[in-house]
């Protein structure tokens, strides 16, 4: 009998890799994705997988929504990722980021307590919780110092877990991702903010990038080695808490630097520094011991940073190539015409 696992947020980095290693595994999958003016299913098309899955019309803000979410799937691992993810517009929306990112948390535990107990769950927690507490290397037992709305709405998130997990013998699970980047990360985020534009200038297609904080680091690893993670979580026999992470730390400059030599370009002459990419309060070095997770879990990271910048500004060129060919890309121009399933209050549409 093959396991049902539901996806909060399937149409994010995390969720499409995640959807995939699943179904490899022989999973039926059913993912959650919000309703939007223009769908954003560009992922799961670029992984090929859009028509294998089940998807579910549901909002983190909307708690009947996720309770249905749950009923329908008939889940035996829930795996929560949806969440206002972008720390830069956590200050802009402190409110709806705390009700998504923080609450959200409780809706989807509420409707896993009231449903049944038995499910299986992980939370997408953070290293953004860790803050300005260490110039070093954390691990699970370090204490947190959340330095953003975004960081503070995760550390209530999890929190909650953790009172489920203690208090209604949920098995229910944290993840301590620090940053994990690929080619299907959002075009906000710095790294592939970073890739797009190498390429772009590479082709003549642009000329500068505008960054914000260079001095900043960060423990970058690879998405797809990181979504494994989550499964093995819940695969353990006790519910627990880790950090996955590289063990290495660089600072924005560098990556910058190197990912402009990918295309032997200098990249002093092209990035301008414009504060209205500083935010309010940063967080200026974050690195993760992921010990634990290799001792219980047998996890470690396969893809390091400097291949990851590499194999990022090489997707992005191949992109922008193919675009000067003619090609459009599907994330210009979602075909929301395919096979996906769409189950809307049980029924299939
Ligand atoms: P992402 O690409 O931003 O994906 C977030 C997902 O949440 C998207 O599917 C998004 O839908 C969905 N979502 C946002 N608001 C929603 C709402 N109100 N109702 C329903 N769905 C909503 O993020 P990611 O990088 O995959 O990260 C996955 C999770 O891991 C997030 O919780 C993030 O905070 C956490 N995390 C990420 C990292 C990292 O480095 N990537 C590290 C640690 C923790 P749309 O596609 O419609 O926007
Ligand atoms: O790529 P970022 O926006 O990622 P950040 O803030 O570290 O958050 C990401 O990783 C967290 C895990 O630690 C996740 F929980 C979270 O959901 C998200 O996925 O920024 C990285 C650093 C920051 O210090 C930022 O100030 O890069 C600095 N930066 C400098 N210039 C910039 C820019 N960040 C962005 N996004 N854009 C810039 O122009």
Redesign the pocket.
């Known amino acids: 009998m093959s396991k049902n696992a539901l996806i909060t947020g399937i149409t994010g980095q995390d969720g499409a890799y995640l959807a995939k290693f699943l179904l490899d595994k022989g999973y039926e999958v059913f993912g959650t994705y919000r309703r939007t003016s223009t769908p954003n299913f560009w992922r799961l098309q670029y992984l090929n997988i859009f028509d294998k899955l089940n998807l579910i019309p549901a909002d983190l803000v909307d708690a009947g929504s996720m309770l249905e979410a749950v009923k329908i799937s008939e889940p035996d691992e829930v795996y929560h990722l949806a ?1 206002q ?4 517009a956590s200050f802009e929306q402190p409110i709806g980021t705390g009700e998504m990112t923080g609450l959200g948390v409780t809706r989807i535990l509420e409707a896993i307590r009231q449903i049944d107990n038995e499910i299986k769950f992980y939370q997408a927690s ?3 919780l860790y803050g300005n507490s260490s110039n070093k290397a954390v691990n699970e037992d370090n204490p947190f110092k959340p330095a ?1 709305p ?2 503070a709405a ?1 550390l209530y998130g999890y929190w909650t877990t953790r009172i489920y997990r203690e208090g209604y013998d949920i098995f229910a699970c944290n993840g301590i ?3 994990h980047e690929s080619p299907l990360r959002g075009l ?4 592939r ?1 970073i890739s797009n534009a190498v390429a772009k200038i590479a082709l003549g297609l642009e000329t500068e990038l ?5 001095e ?1 680091k ?1 423990d970058w690893g690879y998405a797809p080695d990181y979504v494994e993670s989550m499964w093995l979580m819940l695969q353990q026999k006790e519910p627990d808490d880790y950090v996955i992470a590289t063990n290495e730390s660089r600072s ?1 400059r560098d990556f910058v630097e190197k990912a402009f030599d990918v295309v032997g370009l200098n990249w002093q002459e092209h990035v301008k520094v ?1 504060s209205r ?3 309010p309060l ?3 070095f ?1 690195q993760g011991d992921y010990s634990k997770a290799k001792k219980r879990l047998g996890w470690v990271p396969k893809v390091k940073s400097d291949e990851l910048i590499i194999l990022m500004v090489n997707d992005d060129l191949d992109r922008w190539n193919r675009w000067l060919k003619g090609e459009r890309f599907p994330w210009d121009a979602p075909n929301y015409t395919s096979d996906a399933k769409i189950i809307t209050r049980g029924l299939k549409i």
Request: net charge positive.
């Open positions: 969440a993810s972008f720390v830069g953070t290293s953004e953003s975004y960081a995760k991702l620090f940053n906000e985020f710095i790294t903010k505008r960054l914000g904080n260079l900043a960060r924005v414009d990419f500083f935010r940063d967080v200026n974050l």
